[in-house]
């Protein structure tokens, strides 16, 4: 059982290249997520899925795009990167079933995306 | 807007000393309340929350956190501190109403010495 797996788990662009981070779960979790972790800043989340097909905004979307074609799979898009872009990207799953239990889940992290733009 | 607070970004501790992490947050509803703990370059894992009922709630690794209502405070304890204690901790607060989204504070990192 692998849990949520990110790949790559390194990356270098440069201002104004695109790339793409992908993001994938075993537990057939319905809700998943894309957080950014900055120092001294906690984690803060950027987009959100509560099921295959469905994306909404969370605290900080701007610069960024997502996609949940696949239950399984949901990748974080930056189309023109900038070096404010440059953190460590968490993605992060959790089981919904009642909605009592998806609002106390815990979120299943993977080991993070480590991005730096020159 | 909910909000969550730790106080002190950088906490130190002797091995076998008691732990005392503090978070509070803003909430005006009942709030679900979370403490994570992130050990280098790995995601976060879940050490305990608190939903409903007792207050104080036990979680892995010894630690344990009491809900205290009227000083909208969930601090984190552990009788003694263990060298692979030595982390970042994340307080994290989700309303009834937001579906699992979590709001975090800004971390604290956890230095145990010999």
């Known amino acids: 059982n692998a849990g949520v797996t990110q790949t790559p788990k390194f990356r270098v662009l440069k201002t104004g290249q695109s790339m793409t981070l992908l993001c994938a779960q075993d537990?057939?979790?319905?809700?998943m997520y894309w957080y950014r972790q900055d120092p001294g800043m906690g984690l803060r989340l950027i987009h959100y899925s509560v099921g295959e097909g469905t994306t909404a905004k969370g605290e900080v979307p701007d610069g960024y795009n997502v996609s949940r074609l696949k239950k399984q799979n949901f990748l974080l898009g930056l189309e023109s990167a900038a070096p404010s872009q440059t953190s460590v990207y968490f993605c992060?799953?959790?089981?919904?079933?009642?909605?009592?239990?998806?609002?106390?889940?815990?979120?299943?992290f993977g080991n993070g995306t480590r991005l730096t733009v020159t | 807007a909910q909000s969550v607070t730790q106080l002190g970004s950088h906490v130190s501790v002797s091995e076998g000393a008691l732990v005392l992490l503090r978070c509070n947050y803003s909430?005006?509803?009942?709030?679900?309340l979370f403490w994570y703990v992130q050990y280098p370059n790995q995601g976060l894992q879940l050490l305990l929350k608190?939903?409903?009922?007792?207050?104080l709630v036990k979680g892995i690794n010894g630690f344990e956190a009491e809900f205290k209502k009227s000083e909208t405070s969930f601090h984190l304890t552990k009788p003694s501190a263990h060298m692979s204690d030595a982390a970042e901790y994340f307080c994290a607060v989700s309303r009834y109403n937001q579906g699992g989204k979590l709001i975090f504070g800004q971390g604290t990192e956890l230095s145990v010495k010999p």
């Open positions: 909430s005006s509803v009942p709030p679900y």
């Open positions: 608190y939903t409903t009922g007792a207050t």
């Open positions: 992060a799953s959790s089981y919904s079933g009642t909605s009592l239990t998806s609002y106390n889940s815990p979120l299943h």
């Open positions: 537990m057939n979790h319905e809700y």
